[in-house]
């Protein structure tokens, strides 16, 4: 991979595909910061830090600081009826949102109750939809193994029957 040196030192020019996660990384950080949230982390992985069983009740809404900045406020959103559940639980989700900064940010947790239906975030299901069975039809890899029967290297046959694959179920949806 060629490199360039500029004013900050060596810069890598990338040639080719990058991760989408690193396209996306900066424009996930700037909607982040302008909801409060310094690390991006606690929004893309809210149910690795607190827990399936929070994640599925409630969400991470806004960090709120302070005007002398000695600990934040953390803004959950949730429905009526499970707000007394979380009320009990805000001194752990807080224990857990502090471990994630690696320091004490989070000072206070404000519970924020919503109707299921009727509002734009509070429309939204807190768990994510199971994943869909995404199994090819035994005809469909019967036809993508019979369009690349020709190819004698192995692994670009399997490349071609798993694109096969993939482009025949594709026009079946």
Not at 19 to 43: C, N, Q
């Amino acid at each position: 991979m060629a490199t360039t040196l500029t004013q900050d030192g060596p810069k890598r020019r990338k040639r080719g595909f990058e991760r989408t996660a690193s396209l996306l990384t900066d424009r996930i950080r700037h909607a982040g910061e302008t909801r409060g949230f310094a690390v991006t982390r606690l929004l893309t992985h809210w149910a690795e830090i607190v827990g399936e069983d929070i994640a599925g009740i409630a969400l991470p809404v806004k960090v709120h600081y302070g005007h002398q900045g000695f600990g934040a406020t953390l803004t959950v959103l949730t429905t009526g009826a499970q707000a007394p559940m979380l009320e009990m639980q805000k001194e752990q989700i807080r224990q857990k949102v502090n471990a994630c900064y690696g320091y004490a940010a989070i000072s206070r947790i404000h519970l924020t109750q919503t109707a299921p239906t009727g509002f734009a975030e509070g429309q939204a299901v807190f768990q994510p939809a199971p994943r869909a069975d995404r199994r090819p039809d035994p005809q469909t890899v019967a036809q993508a193994a019979q369009m690349s029967d020709g190819v004698t290297d192995a692994s670009l046959r399997a490349a071609l029957e798993s694109l096969g694959r993939n482009v025949l179920s594709r026009q079946k949806r």
